[in-house]
């Protein structure tokens, strides 16, 4: 009698789940509420900057022409005008704030709730060691964050490109406006990762989910206020001189002054009038980033700032190893 091999109709023959896909189902499940408003935001956000692309641009600069304003005039164009300009505005707005809610976000629910509730632990003994855990925790957000920043940027890109002629014509928007510059560029997609990285330190030094907010949204906001503060010094300024006190620059200013007979340069920007007051001035000097620096100082920014989201990613790892005893 020859064996046989039985095979069960009712047998399943479907495969077990990869586990990196479920890793990653477990990291949004808790979230599903953060990640629907992100969504949603973005959403209503990038259509906001597509009317205003379009049909919105087009009903601004139809009540700019019928206006009859000049260049130098004060621009009264109603309505049409108003909402191009309010949505246009949030779209850059949204860009910039963003990186801060991030940093509070990740430090108090992405990490720091479950740490203090011992959900982090409870994962740490199904066949998930901690650092894979931390690297889910990273890199499924930073996904999700990345693709909706890079797209509210590409849209805001479309409208600044769309609106040039009724920018210069009303003057508005300068390019190196806080809003405008990062949410023109690579920058509002380095800092919504750095956030992202604030706020996993915070949540893993602290344990608790409200100071972790604090401390993410609070250590974004002074991270990014500094780099900020500081942008002016990352690429060589332009200067000019005149013998005349006019505007020197366009642009970008960050310095400008008086030159006295004996060849000195003073600054004159926290100076009561142009001559600071004295006799010997012989002509003028202004140093400023013109728009052609944009990109370089674009460039030279976002680099600074992802080199520091590296570093708090690997500090992450290292207080988990500290938190786990080694065992990361």
């Keep these: 009698m020859s064996a046989v091999t039985t095979v069960y109709a009712g047998a399943s023959d479907r495969r077990p789940a990869h586990p990196d896909r479920a890793l990653a189902r477990a990291v949004l499940r ?48 109603g309505t049409a005008y108003q909402h191009y300009d309010l949505v246009v505005s949030l779209g850059s707005a949204v860009l910039t704030v963003a990186p801060a809610l991030i940093g509070a976000w990740a430090g108090a ?36 964050i990345v693709s909706g920043t890079v797209l509210l940027t590409l ?40 956030a992202l990285a604030v706020g996993v330190v915070a949540g893993l030094l602290l344990g608790r989910s409200l100071p972790a907010l604090a401390v993410g949204f609070a250590g974004t906001a002074a991270l990014v206020g500094v780099l900020q503060g500081n942008r002016h010094h990352l ?43 004295r006799s010997d001035v012989v002509g003028y000097w202004a140093q400023s980033h013109p728009a052609s620096h944009f990109w370089p100082l674009q460039l030279v920014e976002t680099g600074i700032v992802l080199a520091v989201t590296a570093l708090l990613v690997l500090a992450s790892f290292h207080l988990l190893r500290r938190r786990t005893g080694g065992a990361a």
């Excluded at 994962?123 to 925790?137: E, G, M």
């Excluded at 406006?177 to 920058?187: D, I, R």
């Design 109 to 144: 629910s992405l990490i720091g709730r479950e740490l203090e509730s011992g959900t982090a632990r409870l994962a740490w003994t199904q066949s998930v060691t901690p650092a894979r855990w931390l690297a889910a925790k990273l890199a499924v957000p930073a996904a999700l």
């Design 235 to 277: 690429w060589p300024v332009a200067e000019a001189r005149g013998t005349a006190s006019e505007p020197l620059w366009t642009g970008m200013l960050v310095d400008h002054g008086v030159i006295t007979a004996s060849g000195d340069r003073i600054s004159n920007v926290l100076c009561g009038d142009v001559d600071c007051g």
């Design 30 to 77: 808790p979230h599903q509420s953060a990640l629907w408003f992100w969504g949603l935001l973005v959403a209503l956000i990038g259509g906001g900057l597509l009317w205003a692309a379009g049909p919105g641009f087009d009903a601004a600069w139809d009540a700019y022409l019928k206006s009859g304003c000049r260049e130098t005039d004060y621009c009264e164009m």
């Design 155 to 194: 849209l805001n890109r479309l409208v600044w490109w769309r609106e040039e002629p009724l920018r210069d014509a009303v003057v508005s928007r300068d390019w190196f406006a806080v809003t405008t510059f990062t949410g023109n560029g690579t920058l509002a997609t380095a800092y919504a990762l750095l």
